[in-house]
């Protein structure tokens, strides 16, 4: 929840300090990255002078040694070794690093993708902000639910039903709402008559966030229950590099497919988001595939 809040904070912040007009300056882009050097050393510092070396011992537990350098790379190694020969969680690292690392590049990609439909940098940071703000809010009562219950797979399911059929209203409605761009009325009938679509464009991707945003916990915590009794950190970890690099890789392809103009067409904006939702909707049916067995669980942990 809190890395969401965090991420949220900045993608109001960049649009309104970077801004695409005549007013935009060096001096803009150099203020956001001072900003961002700012935010990211405050932390740094609380953590390398208020933290202490290592967390107290749990109570009735003398103190735990700690394995050497080399001891701790083998044993990652070992883990990780582990973790590819686990079917189940193969399948989990595929279904979560394409849709996940789907959800990242159309996040990075949601600027220049409604551009042409008249939605400004600004409002593609709002709607940003949003979709963050309640995925987290909901993936904390998801997370509540999943406590009680016991069940990975059925909310997983349904976060990413609840995106697709999101996104594809998204989608569609960027096909049929919008005045052709290129038409000769377009210019004077955008500004009145497509109000009501950029509100109900940015309601879809508020409710996409708030599966999309569910995912992640859920995948770490099913990823975690059935890899026990392997170390938690390697199986997060491993989702987490696998989602980047389909992101890195999707957000390569979809700003080939906007084109080197400033403002993309539109056939060409709703190209990219139809590639990047359909490549998310595959990483949710992979996970059909997936079994559900509460090995932390049933062993009392």
């Not at 695409?20 to 953590?47: K, M, N, R, Y």
């Not at 902000?129 to 987290?136: E, Y």
């Not at 950190?233 to 999707?250: D, H, I, K, R």
Request: proline letters at 5%; charged letters at 10%; a neutral charge.
């Amino acid at each position: 929840m809190a890395n969401n809040v965090g991420i949220a904070l900045g993608m109001l912040l960049a649009p309104l300090m970077v801004t695409q007009d005549t007013s935009a300056t060096s001096h803009d882009f150099v203020g956001f990255l001072v900003l961002q050097l700012v935010l990211s050393a405050v932390p740094l510092l609380g953590i390398v002078f208020g933290m202490p070396s290592a967390p107290p011992p749990l109570l009735g537990v003398g103190e735990v040694t700690r394995p050497a350098a080399p001891d701790a790379m083998r044993r990652v190694a070992t883990t990780l070794l582990a973790l590819l020969r686990h079917s189940d969680y193969r399948l989990l690292l595929v279904s979560f690093s394409i849709s996940i690392g789907s959800i990242w590049a159309m996040s990075s990609l949601l600027a220049q993708v409604l551009q042409p439909f008249g939605v400004s940098n600004t409002t593609a940071g709002f709607m940003g902000a949003g979709n963050l703000a309640a995925g987290a809010v909901v993936a904390v009562t998801v997370g509540r639910w999943i406590d009680k219950h016991r069940s990975y797979k059925a909310p997983l399911l349904a976060a990413n039903f609840v995106n697709t059929l999101a996104l594809s209203i998204m989608c569609l409605g960027m096909t049929l709402w919008f005045p052709d761009s290129s038409s000769s009325t377009a210019t004077t009938s955008s500004s009145t008559s497509t109000t009501g679509a950029k509100a109900a464009i940015f309601a879809l991707y508020v409710i996409a966030g708030t599966a999309q945003n569910t995912v992640i916990p859920v995948c770490f915590e099913y990823a975690m229950e059935e890899t026990f009794p392997l170390p938690n950190s390697v199986p997060g970890g491993l989702l987490m590099a696998g989602g980047n690099l389909v992101a890195l890789l999707m957000v390569l392809v979809g700003s080939d497919m906007l084109g080197s103009a400033a403002v993309a067409t539109q056939e060409e904006a709703v190209n990219a988001f139809a590639m990047v939702l359909g490549i998310a909707a595959v990483g949710g049916i992979v996970v059909l595939g997936a079994g559900e067995t509460l090995a932390r669980m049933t062993s009392g942990h």
